[in-house]
């Protein structure tokens, strides 16, 4: 879908580089400013100021990839980004979880772990997220390892790195490394992890991020340029204008990962929304965030590069606000073309929770999509008169040989259906789909069966932890 005419999509496109060529963006890591000195960009050694031209953003998208791919330590999970094709990822960062039977809590690893099993279980979801909860009874410094090793243990899915200073970002690509049983050199070559690189809009690279954007690039794992610009308070409050600031920090963080490695994989992140201007509050899910997330998709195609956005609500409840909300940001994402959608599933409360229930009723919204997103079959059983020929007036289509041959494939069984007589409806209390969904979470749990790893990995990986954890202590890694 396309929302911007020719004439607009140039317009942000020419204000963005605008932007780049005389504002600049700021750069807080020196090492960076460095290496975009090195090649060629005007670093302003006082303010952390760079201002690069044209020729550098041309340059840069030259060498680019158009898709790429995640292998995981199951070649079968491999995942590509870019062209035709669509992914969804597990809720990443919040800091609280909530069920509804255990109420709202602080994340923690149990919990964190269930999360990793359901994203294994279910069939719409193709990533790990970047810390589903935060384990916060874990040390901060050195909590990454675990919920690395709970990734692999426990799934045998991609998942994402966190990027917040190298040490992190090397973790996960060392650890994913091991659990392929391959070397840094060759998942140089096929990468296996990915991370987001969060500009702290407006135009600003703070140095974490800045580093581990240098670490993943410098060892060929993909990044994903994100820009949070929330319209009203990091971004002008016009869509206009916040793509055009999108667009620029973007396109930066494109150039300065093609200036660690040229041909690193790279994608275009998008996380524009707006604010509730009476209380400043995020808000996700509105008109607005839904044309940027289509908007999003026609710049990152005129750049030829993998998209990624993001599947948010601002409801504080698995609810109909949540429901619908997430529905709205979610055909934004789709009719985008997102290669990557961003907490798909378990998003809650503005990104602050991570909900069991709501994963459950995401899912069953992903898998709608996914059925959207199958071509349509037009053949000449389609087309011909054999199938309503054999209906007689008064019949009906359930027991036409046409109906049942197709049945298996055509029609969508929902996770939290309600087709049941009105007896069982009785039994059952008339429990509304959110109840239900927390039977399904439950479900799945005792079902769940975890991946086989290989026992050598899994000590390898034990002795990989025990070690980093004695290098970083208390300090960060």
């Given at each position: 879908?396309?929302?911007?005419?020719?004439?607009?999509?140039?317009?942000?496109?020419?204000?963005?580089?605008?932007?780049?060529?005389?504002?600049?963006?700021?750069?807080?890591?020196?090492?960076?400013?460095?290496?975009?000195?090195?090649?060629?960009?005007k670093v302003d050694d006082?303010?952390?100021?760079?201002?690069?031209?044209?020729?550098?953003?041309?340059?840069?998208?030259?060498?680019?990839?158009?898709?790429?791919?995640?292998?995981?330590?199951?070649?079968?999970?491999?995942v590509t980004f870019?062209?035709?094709?669509?992914?969804?990822?597990?809720?990443?960062?919040?800091?609280?979880?909530?069920?509804?039977?255990?109420?709202?809590?602080?994340?923690?690893?149990?919990?964190?772990?269930?999360?990793?099993?359901?994203?294994?279980?279910?069939?719409?979801?193709?990533?790990?997220?970047?810390?589903?909860?935060?384990?916060?009874?874990?040390?901060?410094?050195?909590r990454h390892l675990d919920t690395y090793r709970a990734n692999i243990r426990y799934s045998d899915l991609a998942y994402h790195v966190s990027a917040i200073g190298a040490g992190r970002a090397l973790d996960g690509i060392r650890m994913m490394a091991i659990g392929r049983g391959i070397t840094l050199e060759e998942i140089a070559v096929s990468p296996g992890v990915i991370t987001i690189i969060s500009v702290n809009s407006p135009r600003r690279f703070d140095e974490g991020m800045s580093e581990g954007l240098l670490a993943m690039a410098a060892h060929g794992q993909p990044v994903v340029i994100t820009p949070f610009t929330l319209m009203g308070a990091m971004a002008p409050v016009s869509l206009a204008a916040a793509l055009a600031q999108q667009n620029a920090e973007a396109l930066f963080g494109v150039v300065l990962a093609q200036a660690v490695r040229p041909g690193t994989p790279v994608m275009y992140g998008a996380f524009t929304s707006n604010v509730d201007l009476r209380s400043g509050a995020p808000a996700f899910g509105t008109p607005e965030n839904a044309k940027a997330n289509v908007a999003s998709g026609q710049l990152a195609r005129r750049y030829g590069l993998p998209y990624r956005t993001s599947n948010a609500s601002a409801s504080n409840a698995a609810d109909a606000q949540g429901a619908y909300e997430t529905q709205m940001s979610l055909w934004g994402a789709i009719?985008?073309?997102?290669?990557?959608?961003?907490?798909?599933?378990?998003?809650?409360?503005?990104?602050?929770?991570?909900?069991?229930?709501?994963?459950?009723?995401?899912?069953?919204?992903?898998?709608?999509?996914?059925?959207?997103?199958?071509?349509?079959?037009?053949?000449?059983?389609?087309?011909?008169?054999?199938?309503?020929?054999?209906?007689?007036?008064?019949?009906?289509?359930?027991?036409?040989?046409?109906?049942?041959?197709?049945?298996?494939?055509?029609?969508?069984?929902?996770?939290?259906?309600?087709?049941?007589?009105?007896?069982?409806?009785?039994?059952?209390?008339?429990?509304?789909?959110?109840?239900?969904?927390?039977?399904?979470?439950?479900r799945a749990l005792a079902e769940y069966e975890e991946p086989p790893l290989d026992p050598a990995i899994a000590a390898a990986l034990d002795d990989y932890v025990v070690r980093r954890r004695a290098d970083i202590g208390d300090g960060e890694p």
């Open positions: 879908m396309e929302v911007l005419t020719a004439d607009q999509l140039e317009g942000i496109h020419l204000t963005s580089l605008r932007i780049l060529e005389e504002l600049g963006i700021e750069l807080r890591s020196p090492r960076a400013c460095e290496i975009m000195r090195a090649a060629g960009a006082a303010s952390g100021m760079v201002c690069i031209d044209r020729g550098l953003v041309e340059q840069a998208l030259a060498t680019a990839p158009r898709s790429f791919t995640l292998t995981p330590r199951n070649p079968a999970r491999q870019g062209a035709n094709h669509v992914n969804f990822g597990l809720v990443a960062g919040p800091p609280n979880v909530h069920d509804r039977e255990r109420g709202r809590r602080s994340g923690n690893f149990a919990d964190y772990c269930d999360f990793i099993r359901l994203a294994h279980y279910f069939n719409a979801i193709h990533l790990l997220g970047n810390q589903v909860c935060a384990p916060i009874e874990l040390p901060a410094g050195s009719l985008g073309h997102a290669n990557l959608v961003y907490h798909a599933a378990g998003w809650q409360e503005g990104g602050l929770t991570a909900s069991f229930e709501k994963l459950i009723l995401d899912v069953e919204m992903l898998q709608l999509m996914m059925q959207f997103l199958e071509p349509v079959r037009v053949d000449e059983a389609e087309l011909g008169f054999e199938a309503i020929r054999g209906v007689k007036t008064g019949g009906h289509f359930f027991g036409e040989p046409h109906t049942l041959e197709r049945y298996e494939h055509a029609f969508y069984e929902p996770l939290v259906s309600n087709w049941q007589s009105y007896e069982n409806w009785q039994i059952a209390g008339g429990h509304d789909a959110t109840e239900r969904a927390t039977g399904i979470w439950k």
